[in-house]
Each structure stands twice: as C-alpha cells, then as structure tokens.
C-alpha cells in the first residue's frame, strides 16, 4: 500500500511499472526510482511510466573504475548472481547480495546480529580468511536482482549508454 508524502520516494529492487505508475499518481511531485535499470531500453522505459529518475548501481559493479573485489566480480559473473535477498548479516542494517554461505547458514535476516555498525567487525575475520582463499562464503557480494546488466566497461561509457534515447 501506497501512501502520499510530501515527497515520496520510490526505490525498489525490480523494475516495477505498476508501482512507478501509481507513485506518479500519487504525487505529480514525487521523485520516482526504481532497481534493475542496466540499459537505455530500461531507461526509457521506466521514464515513460512516469519516473522522474532512475537509479542505477549494480549495472556499473564491473566497470575498471569500481573497487570491487576480485571475488565480488567473479560473484557477479557467475550463476549465483541470479540468487539475491536482503539480508542484514554483514552490517546489521538490511541490503540486498547474492546469496552465500554465511547467508544460508544464519538466514539471510538474523537478529542476533550485532547492530550497525557493528556487524561488519563481526564477520571481518571469517570473511577475510575466505576471500584470501579466492571465496566469498562470508563477503558482503552486494548486488541488485539484475547482477546480468553489469558489464565490463567504463562508467563513463555505462552512463552514455544509458542515456540514449533520453
């Protein structure tokens, strides 16, 4: 259920067109995003719905300038990014990874976990030996549900790409 703010904000994990429709009948004002956007195609679409912007952020996870890990990005391209979910085991607050062991083992929401920010110390020494060990059983791999647009190139390139056609 949707409910008018002053200014309300939108901000999903799928591109979802029957919620930026009805955010946008809400509110004329409102400052629409939705999750999943990796291409122009996306874009455009969700503008048409009537979003006033989208957000964009696992698409640029594989570009050179982004820090992600090695581990990350061989996460990224693997199947198991198909597999996402909100969980708060690496923080203590909720954001959505592909899902790992320490995920599958604790659930993905556990709360026994210390709050943040706490939760990363927590977890920093499993994490570490894995990823030494090229695994990441216990690494926050943060990713949206759409981990398939991430694609190798600049984010400069990435950003004029999803721009065409605006």
Not at 17 to 33: F, G, K, P, T, V
Request: glycine fraction near 8%; aromatic fraction near 4%.
């Amino acid at each position: 259920m949707l409910h008018a703010f002053d200014r309300l904000v939108v901000k999903v994990d799928v591109c979802n067109s029957n919620l930026i429709r009805q955010a946008a009948w809400i509110d004329s004002e409102a400052e629409d995003r939705a999750g999943g956007i990796a291409d122009a195609i996306d874009v455009a679409a969700a503008m048409a719905l009537g979003a006033a912007a989208v957000q964009v952020g696992t698409a640029y996870l594989l570009c050179p300038e982004a820090t992600t890990s090695a581990v990350h990005r061989a996460a990224l391209k693997s199947e198991a990014a198909r597999n996402t979910t909100l969980t708060n085991v690496f923080t203590g607050r909720p954001a959505r990874g592909i899902v790992n062991r320490v995920m599958r083992e604790l659930g993905p929401m556990n709360a026994a976990v210390p709050a943040f920010p706490l939760g990363t110390s927590a977890i920093t020494p499993l994490r570490t030996k894995a990823e030494a060990q090229g695994r990441g059983d216990f690494s926050p791999l943060w990713s949206g549900q759409n981990a398939t647009g991430c694609r190798e190139i600049p984010a400069g390139e990435l950003t004029r790409s999803l721009a065409e056609g605006l």
